[in-house]
């Protein structure tokens, strides 16, 4: 069972053990100092009862983590013990600290603390704030990490002297809550944490904690309106008397740099914009090369890499993206099988359309609208520069932060396109061979024919995953604008057959070489075999030859949470929204 905070606060008490050895009266002190005609005496023996409570050593030292009064309670109770009695405590103590008690109830025993000035309550279980049960004189009330999911308990009684009041990790955020954060309630409040909360509306924040004469630090981080491109620059500008946001001080050039943002008319604030780029891809084993013999031209295989990746959906092309068929879900779904060492690949044919498209709807998580988006492929290279990027607009700031804290998952894929050559029924224009005479009829014909193999029937691509990781991008939630990672996907089991295969290979010329070079020595003169023989001893054996490091299949991958660092730039990003979002609807009309 849950207790209540003032049972958690009488056993406090009950701790620290007033009324026994070496605290309160009894016969180990003297209390009447004039039946002892030697007084050193009697200072002597307090001095030792209280060193009893001070030292490191003792037995009975007590930390008294719950209040910052602990020590000094407890040598007041040594020397003048007869003063010391329950009312005295409730008035004495100024600061109680309950952390981790799984308290759920705050019951109207508090109001017997009536001088009571800081109260920390962090990490328990509390869903309600009866302000009628605390005592008027509280400055600080901390509520961090607890189940406080409505403000409504501030509606009849008000704490006129709090300046401090935290509510950070909690579930609140909403319209409601913000109606409970103005003078009206808290009229001397000077510093608000309202952290990793729901609040997902960054004008309706503005408006409510504007409405705080006293307010000088603010602590909005973790908040999904805090993914907004005009934070924090608006609320510098809004609240010109803050200073402190987020636990970073506010200089004059912060000021200066936003000045006028909260005059712009028609701003998007409810909506992030993230951009994820994609740099070199290097690590990917070299496909097979066309075979040599004419009787296997066909069919011509073609290898391009790519990069996929998961990120919710955009708003614009929501309706568009969600096209994607169910079979082409269930073929994305079966993509993510790696392709590490001891491991098999899968191959699974899709059109290109699916994958190359914008994006396919991934069901793996039903909370999250998550879609797979793909960036441009590119042929095969040691180093692969892929100089993509996508810009993902998100109005649903609430879902994005959730899936920050998820993370992002990347793999590597391979598109194979196998190609035929047409029939002759769908290749017109060809002719037989007999209708051809001379050198001239001759050449045309070899034309012809090259001409006839240029025309191709593709098989739908082939995709098989190379390799996948997972992203962490709590940072971006944290208050970082960006993310610059190198993904590091393993080592291929491809890429180890390919450099055994090469050292074979190397293996066999060097024996072939050395095998020419001793025919060419037992030709030559007795000198030309003693310097054949010396070269010979100089060059290392294959066997003894370092094997090559194997690389790693390594992403180079930004994420930008884009930021309004100044005014001009939200002008200009302004200015270009309104000119595209026109685009866009003129486009879609016509």
Known sequence: MKPALSTVIENEMKSLCLRDFPCGKGSWRTDNMHETSDKEVNTEELGSLIDLLTCSRSPWKHEGSWSD???????????????????????????????????????EGLLHFSKLEQLVLSVNCISNIPLKHFPMTLQVLELYANEISSLRGVREHHLPCLQHLGLGRNPLGSTEDLQY??????????????????????????????????????????????????????????????????????GPQDHHRFRGLATLRDLVLDEAVVKVSFGMIRGVPQPPGPQTSGSAD????????????????????????????????????????????????????????????????????????????????????????LKHSDTHRIRDLSTLKNFLLQGLWLSVEEEKITSWPASSSETPGTKSAADKKGSAKEDKKKKKKKESLLELVQEPPVYRSLGSTHLDLQNLVLGQDSVHLLCDLGVLEAT??????????????????????????????????????????????VDDRTPTP??????????????WQSMAQATCTQHNTTHDAQHYTTHHSA
Not at 71 to 94: I, K, N, P
Not at 199 to 207: C, K, Q, S, V, Y
Not at 241 to 248: C, F, K, Q
Not at 342 to 369: F, K, W, Y
């Open 69 to 107: 009064q602990v020590s000094a309670l407890r040598e007041l109770s040594v020397r003048t013990s007869e003063c010391l009695s329950d009312g005295f405590v409730y008035t004495y103590l100024t600061s109680i600290r309950v952390v981790g008690q799984r308290v759920s109830l705050i019951d």
């Open 181 to 250: 954060i103005s003078s009206s309630f808290w009229p001397q409040l000077v510093s608000l944490d309202l952290s990793w909360c729901g609040f997902d509306r960054l004008g309706a924040m503005l408006e409510a904690v504007s409405t705080l004469p006293c307010l000088r630090t603010l602590v909005l981080e973790g908040n999904p309106l805090a993914l907004s491109p005009a934070y924090p620059g608006l609320v510098i500008d809004r609240l010109p008397r803050l200073l402190y946001l987020d636990g970073t001080r506010i």
């Open 298 to 385: 066909f069919p011509l295989v073609s290898y391009s890499y790519l990069v996929t990746y998961q990120f919710l959906t955009d708003q614009k092309q929501g309706s568009v993206l969600d096209l994607a068929s169910k079979d082409q879900e269930a073929v994305n779904s079966s993509q993510g099988e790696e392709m590490h060492q001891g491991m098999d690949i899968t191959e699974t044919a899709v059109s290109s359309d699916a994958l190359l498209m914008s994006g396919t709807r991934d069901e793996s998580d039903d909370s999250l609208p998550v879609m797979k988006y793909s960036s441009i492929v590119h042929s095969w290279a040691e180093a692969m520069d």
């Open 496 to 541: 180890c057959k390919t450099q055994q295969q090469q050292q074979q290979e190397q293996g066999k010329k060097g024996k072939e070489e050395k095998r020419k070079e001793e025919k060419k020595g037992k030709q030559g003169d007795a000198k030309g075999k003693g310097k054949a023989h010396k070269d010979g001893d100089a060059e290392p054996s």
């Open 550 to 563: 194997v690389q790693p299949l390594t992403v180079e991958i930004s994420l930008l949470l884009e930021k």
